[in-house]
T-cell receptor
Framework: EPEVTQTPSHQVTQMGQEVILRCVPI?????FYWYRQILGQKVEFLVS????????KSEIFDDQFSVERPDGSNFTLKIRSTKLEDSAMYFC????????????FGAGSRLTVL | GNSVTQMEGPVTLSEEAFLTINCTYT??????LFWYVQYPGEGLQLLLK?????DKGSNKGFEATYRKETTSFHLEKGSVQVSDSAVYFC?????????FGTGTLLAVQP
């Protein structure tokens, strides 16, 4: 069964460092998403991406965050200068039909900022 | 605004026990409602969904009914198995994205 692949599974970084989280969505999907979950809190929407541009972003997704689809397969989330409060599990998701809201999620990348 | 509230975990049950995980929502309009499940080491997977009031979503023995009058979408299963141990997330749709609850960890003991 097709799956969304995320790397790394766990990254530890120092505050102020740049981090790139990578995702390989399902090949025929057109809509891509990043969500995050701080430990013990809700899974929060960060950003959606379609046709090589951001469709929607939350207020969490400030200037420190960016997304990119550098080639035909990868979908990346970059955090320019990490803060302690960026420590969370980051989930990538994709779908072929945004209206149905049936997303396929990756296993997540755990980011720990020290 | 739109939000989802689900019961705190962990929920610990013995095999074959009855499961209920409560979920209530606040929404403008008429969202679709979902339960996603995350097994250890895996991504969130769609378990079931309901798109309008009084719809019942079901899958793998799990059920949830879209109750507009109580703004609820409680997840139930009549007889849980050890293999059901996972984190369960309630969610609603809002403008082409999902709004999730905090997740409820279910641990089923043999």
């Amino acid at each position: 069964e097709p799956e969304v692949t995320q790397t790394p599974s766990h990254q530890v970084t120092q505050m102020g460092q740049e981090v790139i989280l990578r995702c390989v969505p399902i090949s025929n999907h057109l809509y891509f998403y990043w969500y995050r979950q701080i430990l013990g809190q809700k899974v929060e929407f960060l950003v959606s991406f379609y046709n090589n541009e951001i469709s929607e972003k939350s207020e969490i997704f400030d200037d420190q965050f960016s997304v990119e689809r550098p080639d035909g397969s990868n979908f990346t989330l970059k955090i320019r200068s990490t803060k302690l409060e960026d420590s969370a599990m980051y989930f990538c998701a994709s779908t072929e039909d945004a209206g149905a809201n049936v997303l396929t999620f990756g296993a997540g990348s755990r980011l720990t900022v020290l | 605004g739109n939000s989802v509230t689900q019961m705190e975990g962990p929920v610990t049950l013995s095999e074959e026990a009855f499961l209920t995980i409560n979920c209530t929502y606040t929404a403008t309009g008429y969202p679709s409602l979902f339960w996603y499940v995350q097994y250890p080491g895996e991504g969130l997977q769609l378990l079931l969904k309901a798109t309008k009031a009084d719809d019942k979503g079901s899958n793998k023995g799990f059920e949830a009914t879209y109750r507009k009058e109580t703004t609820s979408f409680h997840l139930e299963k009549g007889s849980v198995q050890v293999s059901d141990s996972a984190v369960y997330f309630c969610a609603l749709s809002a403008t082409n994205k999902l709004i999730f609850g905090t997740g409820t960890l279910l641990a089923v003991q043999p």
